[in-house]
């Protein structure tokens, strides 16, 4: 029996509303098949489930909002049958379980099927629970009033949302200017509380390098010589690709600090920061830019942008960054000094790409330049390193051919 | 339209008394300054002259003793009055009626009644300091085999004496000291008024305020400035002590979700824990919020005005109770 519970996409997330279904009950999922939509204050998310096996009961109706850990759905293995299955829940106390949801159905969804440790009982009042239970509302799918206290008026609200249609449209709606401006502010917050997590807790130091970009700029006119326009790239690959060589020699800037010790990651996956429309941002991962080429990283970043603004991320993308960059290189500063986003440990800024002299071989040139900067976690690393990974990217950034070379895809 | 005229507290309970004296021969009014003085709150002012001595008695500075005296009388076959000063001073009686009038009919089989109504003056706010302020209601309301009436208002001061002269059981009524001057107007004829139910004195769907006695006008207060902000409490006023009304009580609750209890005696096993308890008991899925209470400081109530007030549970404190129970505080 597999148990498919609501992912973390990420620091800032602990409740998601539960769009769409993409499985039926008796269908058959494979590792990493999106199974549903999932939107957060920042983006609707394709979730994917990591186990193979075949959907037994979907157990939350869409558009409830739930916390991160609920579960969503009960899977079948190979070699188990539906009864046993039936079985198993029963015998975990699950019962009130519907056997199968009814599309009209209200939402409910069932107790922990699996014996967890304890964790902090939730306030909730015992209005609230009977409520609840009257609407068929499982309690835990309800969120807490601003007190922290599930109240009547909560699971009212919440039985509200859950009955008001959806849109027929449930990925990507035009939300309306209310909903988009309560967005802004929900997405506001949680960034708020995510970046304050992050200055409180991660020692941060900040290292700035100028490096000079002639020759991949050089190198990029050459390689878009000829090209239409829209197979052009972008000068953001090259930069996600020194930064990707550069980790591979500074493993300390790349993985994840938790439980009091850094746990250096295998992928080079690196989180984009990418600005919204409506305001906020989202860092979704590039995965393996060490491994790919410059087309393909080309490709998949566009992909991704496009994806990002239209609200179909993956939640693999969404969770996966190992390491983030970012550029406000388009607004037109000189230097950004990134917030790192935890658990990851450091964070790549570049600037603007400007036009300035530079002195070479005792001469002066013009020639483009970007500021990159470093901002790490003085807890796994501290500035001499720091200083040597500005400045291997600085210089792998000055031979292109090397860095766009063969790679395996 | 029935009509009204005015009234205070203490003309009520007056009035009540001269009607039960000429009602029922049975009657007799007995306590400390109850006949020449007009009793320590005026209440009997006039009955001596008007009824005579065999019917207004003054007795000796014993609580013991008049009680006692008072128990032996109604079980005689007559319908005394016994009255109190306050019930700081009525402890020193408490043994007559704990163990022989709460008991009598019990240890009796049935026998014996003891038809006594035994008044007393309660509560703090006129700066008689610790020796004459308490609220030791719950001490009688803790007992099986008594009634006891808290008249909060000028009609159930007029008519509550009656059926509590009528009941053949001992029954306490506690005035507070405070309400003696209340002024307002009572409908003439005044009507009958039972001493089973609580009453419901303002209808509200946010939360209820269970209170009785005393702590009702400051409760009304604390309700008006509550509705200025949006909170619409229902106010109870129990009325009856013992036995509750659990029913009025809690139905309030389940429209309401939202329980605070204000009682002037002091939180610790007080009226206010045994009517969250009950409440509790009977409507935990009903409950929104943790029930509340709004009691008198744990301390013996101080003499120096200022003091005397920031221990009395004053609107101010009935007002951020039920703010926080509402989730707004």
Same mark, same amino acid.
């Given at each position: 029996?597999?148990?498919?519970?609501?992912?973390?996409?990420g620091?800032?997330?602990?409740?998601?509303?539960?769009?769409?279904?993409?499985?039926?009950?008796?269908?058959?999922?494979? !590792?990493?098949?999106?199974?549903?939509?999932?939107?957060?204050v920042?983006?609707?998310?394709?979730?994917?489930?990591?186990?193979?096996?075949?959907?037994?009961?979907?157990?939350?109706?869409?558009?409830?909002?739930?916390?991160?850990?609920?579960?969503?759905?009960?899977?079948?293995?190979?070699?188990?049958?539906?009864?046993?299955?039936?079985?198993?829940?029963?015998?975990?106390?699950?019962a009130?379980?519907?056997?199968?949801?009814?599309?009209?159905?209200?939402?409910?969804?069932?107790p922990?099927?699996?014996?967890?440790a304890?964790?902090?009982?939730?306030?909730?009042?015992p209005?609230?629970?009977?409520?609840?239970?009257?609407?068929?509302?499982?309690?835990?799918?309800?969120?807490?009033?601003?007190?922290?206290?599930?109240?009547l008026?909560?699971?009212?609200?919440?039985?509200?949302?859950?009955?008001?249609?959806?849109?027929?449209?449930?990925?990507?709606?035009?939300?309306?200017?209310?909903?988009?401006?309560?967005?802004?502010?929900?997405?506001?917050?949680?960034?708020?509380?995510?970046?304050?997590?992050?200055?409180?807790?991660?020692?941060?130091?900040?290292?700035?390098?100028?490096?000079?970009?002639?020759?991949?700029?050089?190198?990029?006119?050459e390689?878009?010589?000829?090209?239409?326009?829209?197979?052009?790239?972008?000068?953001?690959?090259?930069?996600?690709?020194?930064?990707?060589?550069?980790?591979?020699?500074?493993?300390?800037f790349?993985?994840?600090?938790?439980?009091?010790?850094?746990?250096?990651?295998?992928?080079?996956?690196?989180?984009?920061?990418?600005?919204?429309?409506?305001?906020?941002?989202?860092?979704?991962?590039?995965?393996?830019?060490?491994?790919?080429?410059?087309?393909?990283?080309?490709?998949?970043?566009?992909?991704?942008?496009?994806?990002?603004?239209?609200?179909?991320?993956?939640?693999?993308?969404?969770?996966?960054?190992?390491?983030?960059?970012?550029?406000?290189?388009?607004?037109?500063?000189?230097?950004?000094?990134g917030?790192?986003?935890?658990?990851?440990?450091?964070?790549?800024?570049?600037?603007?790409?400007?036009?300035?002299?530079?002195?070479v071989?005792?001469?002066?040139?013009?020639?483009?330049?970007?500021?990159?900067?470093?901002?790490?976690?003085?807890?796994?690393?501290?500035?001499?390193?720091?200083?040597?990974?500005?400045?291997?990217?600085?210089?792998?950034? !000055?031979?292109?051919?090397?860095?766009?070379?063969?790679?395996?895809? | 339209?029935?009509?009204?005229?005015?009234?205070?507290?203490?003309?009520?309970?007056?009035?009540?008394?001269?009607?039960?004296?000429?009602?029922?021969?049975?009657?007799?009014?007995?306590?400390?300054?109850?006949?020449?003085?007009?009793?320590?709150?005026?209440?009997?002012?006039g009955?001596?002259a008007?009824?005579?001595?065999?019917?207004?008695?003054?007795?000796?500075?014993?609580?013991?003793?008049?009680?006692?005296?008072?128990?032996?009388?109604?079980?005689?076959?007559?319908?005394?009055i016994?009255?109190?000063?306050?019930?700081?001073?009525?402890?020193?009686?408490?043994?007559?009626?704990?163990?022989?009038?709460?008991?009598?009919?019990?240890?009796?089989?049935?026998?014996?009644?003891?038809?006594?109504?035994?008044?007393?003056?309660?509560g703090?706010?006129?700066?008689?300091?610790?020796?004459?302020?308490h609220?030791?209601?719950?001490?009688?309301?803790?007992?099986p085999?008594?009634?006891?009436?808290?008249?909060?208002?000028?009609?159930d001061?007029?008519?509550?004496?009656?059926?509590?002269?009528?009941?053949?059981?001992?029954?306490?009524?506690?005035?507070?000291?405070?309400?003696?001057?209340?002024?307002?107007?009572?409908?003439?004829?005044?009507?009958?008024?039972?001493?089973?139910?609580?009453?419901?004195?303002?209808?509200?769907?946010?939360?209820?305020?269970?209170?009785?006695?005393?702590?009702?006008?400051?409760?009304?207060?604390?309700?008006?400035?509550l509705?200025?902000?949006?909170?619409?409490?229902?106010?109870?006023?129990?009325?009856?002590?013992?036995?509750?009304?659990?029913?009025?009580?809690?139905?309030?609750?389940?429209?309401?979700?939202?329980?605070?209890?204000?009682?002037?005696?002091?939180?610790?096993?007080?009226?206010?824990?045994?009517?969250?308890?009950?409440?509790?008991?009977?409507?935990?899925?009903?409950?929104?919020?943790?029930?509340?209470?709004v009691?008198?400081?744990?301390?013996?109530?101080?003499?120096?005005?200022?003091?005397?007030?920031?221990?009395?549970?004053?609107?101010?404190?009935?007002?951020?109770?039920?703010?926080?129970?509402?989730?707004?505080?």
């Amino acid at each position: 029996m597999i148990e498919f519970r609501l992912p973390s996409l990420g620091a800032d997330m602990d409740e998601g509303k539960l769009l769409q279904w993409l499985v039926a009950p008796g269908d058959a999922v494979k !590792q990493g098949q999106v199974i549903c939509v999932v939107d957060t204050v920042k983006a609707a998310i394709d979730v994917e489930c990591w186990h193979d096996g075949t959907v037994q009961r979907l157990l939350v109706e869409p558009g409830t909002t739930i916390p991160v850990g609920t579960l969503l759905a009960v899977l079948r293995e190979s070699g188990e049958s539906a009864a046993d299955v039936e079985q198993r829940i029963a015998a975990t106390g699950a019962a009130a379980v519907p056997a199968a949801m009814p599309v009209p159905a209200p939402p409910r969804a069932a107790p922990p099927l699996a014996a967890s440790a304890p964790a902090e009982r939730r306030r909730v009042s015992p209005a609230a629970r009977r409520r609840a239970a009257e609407l068929a509302i499982d309690i835990d799918d309800v969120p807490a009033g601003a007190d922290g206290t599930v109240a009547l008026a909560d699971v009212e609200r919440t039985a509200r949302v859950a009955a008001a249609p959806l849109p027929a449209a449930a990925r990507a709606p035009a939300p309306a200017a209310a909903t988009m401006a309560e967005r802004a502010e929900q997405m506001r917050k949680v960034i708020g509380a995510a970046m304050a997590r992050s200055k409180r807790e991660i020692p941060h130091y900040y290292l700035a390098e100028d490096v000079p970009l002639a020759s991949v700029v050089a190198w990029l006119g050459e390689r878009n010589a000829g090209r239409p326009v829209t197979d052009r790239l972008l000068l953001a690959p090259l930069l996600l690709k020194g930064v990707a060589a550069a980790l591979r020699r500074f493993a300390e800037f790349n993985g994840y600090y938790r439980d009091e010790s850094f746990a250096p990651a295998e992928g080079i996956h690196i989180g984009v920061a990418i600005s919204l429309r409506a305001g906020g941002l989202v860092t979704p991962a590039l995965m393996d830019v060490d491994r790919k080429d410059v087309d393909r990283l080309n490709r998949e970043l566009l992909d991704l942008i496009r994806r990002t603004r239209a609200g179909s991320l993956k939640s693999s993308e969404l969770s996966a960054g190992t390491v983030t960059v970012t550029s406000l290189g388009e607004q037109g500063v000189g230097a950004v000094y990134g917030v790192i986003y935890p658990p990851q440990v450091a964070l790549v800024g570049f600037g603007r790409v400007t036009e300035r002299p530079w002195a070479v071989d005792g001469g002066l040139r013009v020639m483009p330049v970007v500021t990159a900067t470093l901002a790490a976690d003085h807890r796994v690393s501290d500035g001499h390193r720091g200083g040597l990974f500005l400045a291997a990217l600085r210089d792998l950034l !000055q031979n292109p051919d090397e860095l766009t070379g063969p790679t395996t895809p | 339209m029935a009509n009204t005229r005015a009234s205070t507290y203490r003309d009520a309970l007056r009035e009540a008394h001269r009607e039960a004296l000429a009602r029922d021969p049975r009657v007799l009014i007995m306590g400390e300054d109850v006949g020449r003085y007009g009793g320590a709150y005026a209440v009997t002012k006039g009955l001596l002259a008007e009824f005579g001595e065999a019917r207004i008695r003054d007795t000796p500075l014993s609580e013991l003793a008049f009680v006692g005296t008072g128990i032996g009388a109604a079980l005689g076959g007559l319908r005394p009055i016994v009255e109190v000063m306050t019930v700081n001073f009525s402890l020193l009686s408490l043994d007559q009626v704990v163990n022989t009038a709460a008991t009598v009919r019990h240890m009796s089989g049935g026998q014996f009644s003891v038809p006594i109504v035994i008044r007393m003056a309660t509560g703090a706010g006129r700066q008689l300091a610790a020796q004459h302020s308490h609220s030791l209601e719950v001490w009688y309301a803790h007992v099986p085999g008594i009634r006891v009436l808290a008249p909060a208002t000028i009609e159930d001061a007029r008519g509550m004496l009656w059926p509590a002269l009528a009941d053949p059981d001992p029954v306490v009524i506690f005035e507070h000291a405070q309400l003696y001057n209340l002024e307002g107007e009572l409908a003439d004829p005044p009507p009958a008024v039972d001493i089973a139910r609580a009453a419901v004195r303002r209808a509200g769907r946010d939360a209820t305020i269970v209170t009785y006695g005393g702590s009702l006008p400051r409760v009304a207060v604390a309700a008006e400035e509550l509705a200025r902000e949006g909170i619409e409490a229902e106010v109870i006023d129990l009325r009856v002590l013992r036995p509750l009304d659990w029913e009025t009580i809690v139905a309030s609750v389940r429209r309401t979700h939202r329980v605070v209890v204000v009682d002037e005696g002091w939180c610790t096993c007080s009226l206010a824990a045994e009517i969250i308890a009950g409440v509790t008991e009977r409507a935990f899925f009903d409950l929104d919020a943790p029930p509340a209470r709004v009691c008198t400081e744990e301390v013996p109530i101080p003499y120096a005005r200022h003091m005397e007030e920031a221990a009395l549970p004053m609107p101010p404190k009935i007002v951020a109770a039920v703010r926080r129970a509402c989730g707004k505080a």
